[in-house]
């Protein structure tokens, strides 16, 4: 490597963390105000690149059509991001935090197939910049002019930004909205319109980011994660609602992502390491040390948990007898399913029983911990990656693999809650989705021990379970018998426990409970029941590839719970169950099957602000089902 190939890789880098800046803002803006985990940012990006080279198409070449689509296309973003407040966000805005995370994923599926019929699945590449195609020297190596601009660009858009927030009015109304909203309110300020506002320039700072990636990268439909996953990491690595923190979090970003790529393939101590590898981890590592050092980033500041709204957090009731009885009939109808079932139901069958235990095992943290992880997904995959090396590697027999895979989800999670537990709310959340990242890569690219992103094949039940029903059966006694653990925990002197670290934090410091311990231990626990999940999934379909533990798996398992209801007992297992027989009946009948999950899913959220069995038992007031 030479000093003028650093250089280059320097100027790109920076490039990138100016348009990671541009992204990044707006989601801070956004979250800094209305307290929204906007999950929709990336898919705003993504609508701006994709706008911006339809317009640019159509409104002919030359300087005018290419800027003028930029700008048009991050306008029409803003007003997209404005009316999905006012239709969306704008009716839950009392519901807790991650029922708006959940709206704000199922407008992400939207999106996403809207532009699927718009755009078609092809990516879609740009033209360039006219006036900007050439490029300059420097250390004898070519720049391109137009990532002169892009690094030009960051700090102009944080000086702007700072101007707006410092010298005008509704810049005052959104600082002061940043530190106290129910003040705000208090004093008359309008929060409706202040909040779609913010919303509009947060969008539009996002439709920017995308439209001025037209000559870097192509517009493609898998945008849309990329970018909302490079916006988290710059937003939490430099403090939620800062924007200096923000332009300095995605400039260390950008450099260091630019080093990898420039360091390449390296001789040490006769060990050959690729740098170049590290660009699809470093941002978590660099993320996960930031937050284990620096807990609330470069320029942020402790952040409460995430929060409830009033009248949402239950009393605990113990189930009564007749609870337990009920549950026992649905599993006895469940043994039976077989004899009235097809093959395909019984894969169905199968599947809602093993997400369901995912789903029980996140809601142990999130329901009575008040653990929010965007990342449980790697519990799952762990598990599933333990009995299915186990299997092909070591020739072991299906019933040891699948009671050594908890063990080895839980052993992992032990160390990952160690550190999470040390913080709070979206910055805990944000921890365990670095981790999540983490361990996916590690899949991804160990191809000697995992396979690689070819992952494994040939994973399959023992002779004796090897029959669909017989399988079944299996997967139903041992998932119906986990979770049936998990409610008996969460009713044991450690789950009350667990609620009152929840609910009344120092309270429960000072009657001598171990809140951190008590926290730390509940990360294994679930670990090990996503873990099992994991196994049995592996075993089910006869493979598994690193996509069991990426964050698309992590974000499945949220919307389970989150559609059944966090404090409920049942809810995760009804809103599983709900999710997969959705996705499956609407996969089977339409190549747009987002588009009708996302509705399905906004609906359920409308109607039932609280998930289906919290929402239903407000109606019916029964036992803690």
């Known amino acids: 490597m030479t000093l003028a190939d650093l250089l280059a890789q320097l100027i790109n880098g920076l490039a990138n963390a100016s348009t990671l800046f541009l992204l990044a803002s707006g989601l801070s803006l956004i979250f800094g105000v209305t307290r929204v985990v906007n999950f929709a940012h990336g898919s705003l990006y993504m609508v701006g690149t994709y706008g911006a080279i339809w317009l640019a198409e159509h409104l002919g070449g030359g300087g005018l059509g290419f800027w003028g689509a930029v700008l048009i296309a991050a306008c029409g973003v803003a007003v997209l991001g404005a009316l999905m407040e006012l239709a969306v966000l704008k009716r839950i805005y009392g519901a807790p935090e991650l029922f708006q995370l959940l709206a704000t994923f199922a407008v992400v599926l939207i999106i996403k197939d809207v532009a699927l019929m718009a755009w078609g699945p092809e990516d ?43 010298r005008t009015r509704w810049g005052v109304l959104i600082r002061a909205a940043t530190e106290d909203r129910e003040m705000v309110s208090a004093l008359g300020v309008n929060q409706v319109w202040l909040f779609t506002g913010v919303f509009a320039l947060g969008s539009g700072l996002a439709g920017l980011a995308g439209a001025l990636q037209m000559p870097r990268e192509p517009a493609s439909l898998g945008l849309d994660l990329i970018a909302i996953t490079d916006a988290f990491v710059v937003v939490v690595v430099g403090g939620l609602g800062s924007l200096g923190g923000a332009f300095l979090a995605a400039l260390v970003i950008g450099i260091v992502k630019a080093l990898c790529f420039a360091l390449g393939t390296v001789d040490l101590l006769g060990y050959t390491l690729n740098f170049s590898k590290l660009t699809l981890v470093v941002e978590f590592v660099l993320m996960a040390l930031t937050l284990a050092l620096r807990p609330w980033g470069f320029a942020g500041r402790p952040l409460r948990g995430l929060r409830e709204a009033p009248g949402t957090i239950e009393h605990v009731r113990t189930p009564a007898r007749k609870f337990w009885t009920i549950a026992m009939a649905i599993v006895a109808l469940l043994v039976l399913l077989p004899a009235v079932a097809d093959d395909y139901t019984l894969v169905l069958a199968t599947d809602c029983a093993i997400f369901a235990l995912f789903a029980a095992s996140l809601h142990f943290l999130m329901g009575p911990g008040g653990l929010a992880s965007f990342g449980h997904a790697a519990y799952f995959g762990i598990g599933a990656y333990a009995a299915g090396m186990l299997a092909k590697q070591a020739g072991a027999p299906m019933l040891l693999a699948l009671f050594a895979a908890p063990f080895a989800a839980a052993a992992f999670a032990l160390v990952f809650g160690w550190f999470c537990v040390r913080l709070t709310g979206v910055y805990l959340a944000m921890l365990t989705l670095a981790f999540a990242q983490i361990v996916w890569s590690v899949a991804w690219q160990w191809d000697d021990v995992t396979g690689g992103s070819n992952g494994l094949v040939g994973v399959w039940p023992a002779p004796w379970a090897a029959d669909k029903t017989h399988f079944y059966w299996l997967t139903i006694v041992l998932c119906t018998a986990t979770i049936a653990i998990l409610w008996r925990v969460m009713h044991a002197p450690f789950g009350y426990s667990l609620r009152a670290g929840r609910d009344a934090n120092l309270r429960a410091d000072a009657i001598g409970i171990d809140v951190k311990r008590v926290q730390w231990f509940a990360f294994p626990v679930a670990g090990a029941a996503a873990g099992l999940a994991g196994a049995l999934y592996v075993y089910s379909k006869g493979s598994l590839a690193p996509d069991v533990m990426a964050i698309s798996r992590s974000v499945d398992g949220l919307v389970m719970v989150l559609l059944g209801g966090v404090q409920t007992l049942t809810g995760p297992v009804v809103g599983a169950a709900l999710f997969t027989w959705l996705q499956d009946e609407i996969l089977r009948r339409t190549e747009y099957w987002r588009l009708i999950l996302g509705l399905a899913i906004l609906v359920l959220v409308l109607l039932f602000p609280r998930g289906v069995v919290g929402s239903l038992r407000r109606v019916v007031r029964g036992s803690d089902a």
């Not at 420097?138 to 391109?144: C, D, N, V």
């Not at 601009?149 to 930004?161: F, H, K, Q």
């Open 124 to 166: 879609i590449l740009g033209p360039r910049a006219p006036g900007l195609t050439g490029a300059i020297e420097l250390a004898g190596q070519p720049i391109p002019q137009y990532d002169v601009l892009l690094i030009v660009l960051g700090p102009v858009v944080l000086l702007a930004l700072k101007l707006l927030l410092e």
